[in-house]
């Protein structure tokens, strides 16, 4: 019994000091995106981005590992990874940046709120800047992050042969939700 009350003591504290420090992660977070063209949508979507977030800095990265987005066609996978992002060369794209407006967002009280989120986007070795709007939305004070932007493949240098150029939008629409947990050290 005593060492039952002690051990969740040590997680409670545990618990607190990472609510205290504000920071949280995930390793398996959401992103998604979509091309849609008169010739046909593609829908890719990946399950396994990791992501931390400091609450009390702002300071937000995300990881994505590019072989990890799955196609409805496993050919409009093996194209993707192959022909336009070349995930060999460039396994994972990243975005590192910060909410703007964090002020606006109380990690300590259950509610919905809009963020402005600023960055540096990576994707084939080419980093780009990224203004987007998001949204936290914090239950038991822990937060859950969602975020839309578009992307251009001709700004990360990803080639789309003349063949298929129809069938794939000159805009990507990128959702991203991160569900996240608090970091413990």
């Keep these: 019994m005593k060492k039952a009350l002690i051990l969740s003591i040590l997680l409670i504290g545990l618990w607190t000091s990472a609510q205290a420090q504000g920071k949280f992660f ?3 977070g959401y992103i998604s995106f979509f091309s849609h063209t008169d010739v046909e949508d593609i829908d890719a979507h990946n399950r396994k981005v990791a992501s931390v977030l400091d609450a009390q800095s702002g300071q937000l990265e995300f990881a994505v590992l590019m072989r990890a987005f799955e196609f409805k066609k496993a050919l409009m996978q093996e194209h993707f990874n192959e022909n336009y992002v070349e995930s060999t060369k ?3 794209a990243q975005f590192k940046g910060k909410i703007l407006n964090l002020a606006s967002v109380d990690f300590g009280t ?3 709120y809009p963020v402005a989120i600023e960055g540096e986007l990576t994707i084939k070795g080419v980093t780009k800047p990224l203004r987007t709007q998001g ?3 914090v239950k038991g004070g822990i937060p859950h992050g969602k975020a839309e932007f578009t992307v251009l493949p ?3 240098n990803i080639q789309i042969p003349a063949l298929v150029r129809k069938n794939i939008a000159e805009e990507i ?3 991203v939700d991160m569900a996240y947990q608090p970091l413990t050290n």
């Design 173 to 175: 629409q990128v959702k």
């Design 90 to 92: 460039h396994p994972k």
């Design 135 to 137: 949204t936290i939305i």
């Design 154 to 156: 001709s700004d990360y």
């Design 110 to 112: 259950d509610g919905t």
């Design 26 to 28: 995930t390793r398996d």
